[in-house]
């Protein structure tokens, strides 16, 4: 039973890209968070999403961020237009349920050089 | 204010000995209780999950939740130098559902 698949796991994107960060999450969970990590923080929440629904996005920053979870597929995180302060990682978790036991994957960590 | 505060460390202990980690929040409809470890530039890993007050045991592990004082803590009983870690508390309520609220971490380090 494979866990949480983040990929890809490092991305550099210049000042102005666009990133995609895609997450296939454990299988049977319909849940979907994204969260954001900066150096020397804690992990800080960004939006919630089941298949083809936005629950929670009052994490998101409100420009150049987008998230989506579509009926095929993975969860893609859309940055547009990235700047040097996007620059951490970010992860992606799952649950089968909305309370806690939130299954983590590895991580994409972002640089914008 | 933050909503969960956690002493960042590090700390540093040898091995076999016993580690408290604790964390402190502000809002009391906090009702469901994780830890989390995290290995340096890996994601974390679920290691305890507990609901409302009381103690809950795995293994070397002990989760202990307070809510009449706002305070959990995880200990570790027989410490490995394989515990080296950041330890991540999260929390969320009833209303939050899954948008978990994190401490910053603690920085643990055991030495053989």
């Known amino acids: 039973n494979a866990g949480v698949m983040q990929n890809p796991r490092h991305l550099v994107r210049r000042r102005g890209q666009e990133a995609r960060l895609r997450c296939s999450p454990m299988k049977g969970h319909s849940h979907v968070y994204w969260y954001r990590q900066l150096p020397e923080e804690g992990l800080k929440f960004m939006v919630y999403l089941q298949k083809e629904n936005i629950i929670d996005e009052s994490g998101m920053p409100k420009e150049r961020f987008s998230a989506e979870f579509p009926k095929e597929g993975p969860s893609i995180l859309r940055i547009q237009q990235v700047v040097r302060g996007d620059s951490a990682a970010y992860f992606c978790a799952s649950s089968p349920g909305n309370l806690g036991q939130a299954f983590f994957g590895q991580g994409t960590r972002l640089t914008v050089v | 204010q933050k909503e969960v505060e956690q002493d960042p460390g590090p700390l540093s202990v040898p091995e076999g000995a016993i580690v408290s980690l604790n964390c402190t929040y502000s809002?009391?409809?906090?009702?469901?209780f994780m830890w989390y470890r995290q290995y340096s530039r890996k994601g974390p890993e679920l290691l305890m999950y507990t609901y409302s007050s009381g103690n809950k045991e795995d293994g070397r592990f002990t989760a202990q939740v307070d809510k009449s004082s706002k305070y959990i803590s995880l200990f570790i009983r027989d410490s490995q130098p394989s515990d080296s870690a950041t330890y991540l508390c999260a929390m969320t309520s009833q209303t939050s559902g899954s948008r978990l609220t994190f401490g910053e971490g603690t920085q643990l380090t055991v030495n053989p």
């Open positions: 809002n009391s409809a906090f009702q469901y």
